[in-house]
């Protein structure tokens, strides 16, 4: 398995919303909500239009764990879940694909990949980097990684560090400030 890193550089996360907007809406918005609500990519495909519409929560059930999540919808995609989801039915899966069935991971990893590349972006990329920026960036502004380590599920802080690249930045740190 590979490991995937976040997106550390906010200008980098402004250069590929600002190449997938020009692309489409619902890959703008594919990757608004990843990196803003810190989800799978199985539990963000399996979102349906009634899970977001009109609401101010997100409520499920993640797919790997069965564990109930619930959390607050942002003032960014409020506006965005608002607009991608006129005219469409309750029931309908949010992200679709060009065939209108529920879009795969493959897809997502292809609209994902190709975005940072044209971003000038060359470390390992996956469908699990936005999980990992939200965290990454989660980290950054709070500081508290017990509450990131609760939203994940972890069992530990460590892990927690470890998988959103906090614990390498630690020691690229303190080597390049560590000179006899």
């Known amino acids: 398995m590979n490991i995937v890193e976040p997106i550390r550089k906010k200008h980098d996360i402004k250069k590929i919303e600002n190449i997938l907007k020009k692309q489409s809406f619902r890959d703008w918005l594919l990757f608004v909500v990843g990196i803003n609500c ?4 199985s539990d963000i495909l399996n979102l349906n239009v009634s899970d977001v519409k009109n ?5 499920i059930i993640e797919k790997k764990t069965g564990k109930y999540k619930r959390f607050p919808i942002n003032s960014k995609l409020k506006p965005m879940f608002k ?7 309750p029931d309908e ?3 679709l694909s ?3 069935n529920r879009m795969e991971r493959t897809q997502c990893y292809r609209i994902v990949n190709v975005a940072c590349r044209k971003a000038g972006l060359d470390f390992k990329i996956g469908t699990h980097t936005l999980r990992k920026t939200f965290g990454y960036h989660h980290y950054q ?3 508290d990684v ?3 380590q609760k939203i994940f599920n ?3 802080p460590m892990i927690t560090l470890r998988y959103i690249g906090i614990d390498q930045d630690m020691i690229d740190e303190s080597y390049n400030n560590f000179i006899l």
């Open 146 to 148: 017990a509450v990131l």
């Open 98 to 100: 060009i065939f209108h």
């Open 93 to 95: 899966p949010l992200f």
């Open 55 to 59: 609401k101010d929560y997100i409520s």
């Open 83 to 89: 607009k991608f989801t006129v005219n469409r039915e």
């Open 38 to 41: 810190g989800l799978r990519i």
């Open 141 to 143: 502004k709070f500081k």
């Open 154 to 156: 972890h069992c530990s």
